[in-house]
């Protein structure tokens, strides 16, 4: 599949996979603000048994296929919360309300 990876400008380190080039549109407005402006860092042809040094290959490819886009964030800030960005809820503060 070819894709199209972004680095946002505002988040060190962040990067969105995205199936169709500049296909901001699809993504939750929550994800949107996060990151803040992106630039195209490089595209290239993912196929399942790629290396990738951070990322697992077919778990890109799934959720490219699946949602369009697949969020990439540095080791140190992959929390489970995350995921529900892919869900269009903002992620949690920890605090009861």
């Not at 595209?43 to 077919?58: Q, V």
Request: hydrophobic share 40%; glycine share 4%.
């Amino acid at each position: 599949m070819h894709c199209y990876v972004y680095a946002s400008l505002r988040k060190a380190d962040s990067y969105l996979w995205l199936a169709e080039r500049d296909a901001f549109a699809s993504l939750p407005v929550e994800l949107t603000e996060l990151l803040g402006p992106m630039r195209l860092a490089m595209e290239l042809e993912l196929e399942a048994h790629r290396k990738l040094p951070h990322e697992d290959a077919a778990q890109v490819l799934e959720h490219l296929r699946s949602r369009g886009w697949h969020l990439q964030l540095p080791p140190a800030q992959r929390l489970a919360s995350t995921n529900h960005l892919a869900y269009g809820h903002a992620p949690s503060d920890g605090q009861a309300r």
